[in-house]
Nanobody, 120 residues
Framework: QVQLVESGGGLVQAGDSLRLSCAAS????????MGWFRQAPGKEREFVAS?????????AYGDSVKGRFTISRDNAKNTVYLQMNSLKPEDTAVYYC????????????WGQGTQVTVSS
């Protein structure tokens, strides 16, 4: 099992920056990749970003955040980060981190989520 705990959410103004953290514990050696997702009220869950856990490569981003968000990881701290710049009101959502244990595996492990609210 892998446990994930997000932190760093909050209320910011449009144009501000925020960094989310996701601390992993448990069987972290089994993690293949980590991802960030978000869900706004009344909307479906949306892919935000992903990264290969061991190499730090293979990053991918959702179209709506490309050029503004950056995913990174610190294996020594078992932590994945999401640096969010130039935030917009439409970025308001609950942000979740997730882990998968293989290149074709589903994201099986999820955190509890952290709220990000961007005011205009």
């Amino acid at each position: 099992q892998v446990q994930l705990v997000e932190s760093g959410g909050g209320l910011v103004q449009a144009g501000d920056s925020l960094r989310l953290s996701c601390a992993a514990s448990g069987r972290t050696f089994s993690i293949y990749a980590m991802g960030w997702f978000r869900q706004a009220p009344g909307k479906e869950r949306e892919f935000v970003a992903s990264i290969n856990w061991w190499t730090g490569g293979g990053t991918a981003y959702g179209d709506s955040v490309k050029g503004r968000f950056t995913i990174s990881r610190d294996n020594a701290k078992n932590t994945v980060y999401l640096q969010m710049n130039s935030l917009k009101p439409e970025d308001t959502a609950v942000y979740y981190c997730a882990a998968r244990v293989g290149p074709r595996a589903d994201y099986a492990y999820w955190g509890q989520g952290t709220q990000v609210t961007v005011s205009s």
